[in-house]
């Protein structure tokens, strides 16, 4: 057999073996693709989200350090009008995602900031105001991560007011219906 011939027999096998596996891995993605459950959106905080949001204000309080909640459930809408500061609107970017692409359009995700001794919220990574060594922040995350929360600030594009609870469940598992159990 000439050398062409063989390229091409070779080239034919390869043409063959990629098109079946093209097809294999169609039919395998079809096959995991989970039906669309039609249930509701949620209104309002999951209720751990809303229970361990509330025993992060008393845990940080009994350190010395008041937050405040600046954000927890947002509409589609709302999101959608967040995503577009710093794009079609006036202000600087704070998000990376649209309405339905957040935990917090599925009310599992809240932000929150610092309270000054005069009222004052204030997103300062660095203050301590209990005087204890450590920024009031970081140890606001450090109570956080103890209940169960996820940090923004972990993240590659860092959203530090950010904490969340996902539940093992993906935006694409929300998405599709899925919800997490109302206790743990």
């Given at each position: 057999?000439?050398?062409?011939?063989?390229?091409?027999?070779?080239?034919?096998?390869?043409?063959?073996?990629?098109?079946?596996?093209?097809?294999?891995?169609?039919?395998?993605?079809s096959e995991n693709v989970?039906?669309?459950?039609?249930?509701?959106?949620?209104?309002?905080?999951?209720?751990?989200?809303?229970?361990?949001?509330?025993?992060?204000?008393?845990?940080?309080?009994?350190?010395?350090?008041?937050?405040?909640?600046?954000?927890?459930?947002?509409?589609?809408?709302?999101?959608?009008?967040?995503?577009?500061?710093?794009?079609?609107?006036?202000?600087d970017i704070v998000t990376?995602?649209?309405?339905?692409?957040?935990?917090?359009?599925?009310?599992?995700?809240?932000?929150?900031?610092?309270?000054?001794?005069?009222?004052?919220?204030?997103?300062?990574?660095?203050?301590?105001?209990?005087?204890?060594?450590?920024?009031?922040?970081?140890?606001?995350?450090?109570l956080a991560k103890d209940?169960?929360?996820?940090?923004?600030?972990?993240?590659?594009?860092?959203?530090?007011?950010?904490?969340?609870?996902?539940?093992?469940?993906?935006?694409?598992?929300?998405?599709?219906?899925?919800?997490?159990?109302?206790?743990?």
């Open positions: 057999m000439s050398a062409s011939k063989r390229r091409s027999t070779v080239n034919s096998w390869i043409l063959f073996l990629l098109v079946v596996g093209a097809c294999l891995f169609i039919y395998y993605q989970k039906e669309k459950k039609n249930v509701p959106l949620p209104t309002k905080l999951h209720p751990v989200v809303e229970k361990d949001k509330d025993e992060l204000i008393k845990r940080a309080k009994a350190r010395g350090i008041s937050i405040v909640i600046t954000d927890g459930f947002r509409t589609f809408d709302e999101q959608d009008k967040l995503y577009a500061k710093g794009r079609s609107d006036k202000g990376t995602v649209r309405g339905g692409e957040s935990y917090h359009n599925y009310g599992l995700a809240i932000d929150f900031a610092l309270k000054t001794a005069n009222g004052d919220v204030v997103w300062d990574l660095q203050r301590d105001s209990n005087r204890n060594g450590k920024a009031d922040w970081m140890e606001v995350v450090a209940l169960g929360f996820s940090w923004g600030g972990d993240w590659e594009f860092k959203d530090y007011p950010h904490l969340q609870k996902d539940f093992g469940l993906s935006i694409e598992n929300l998405k599709n219906g899925e919800r997490p159990p109302e206790q743990e």
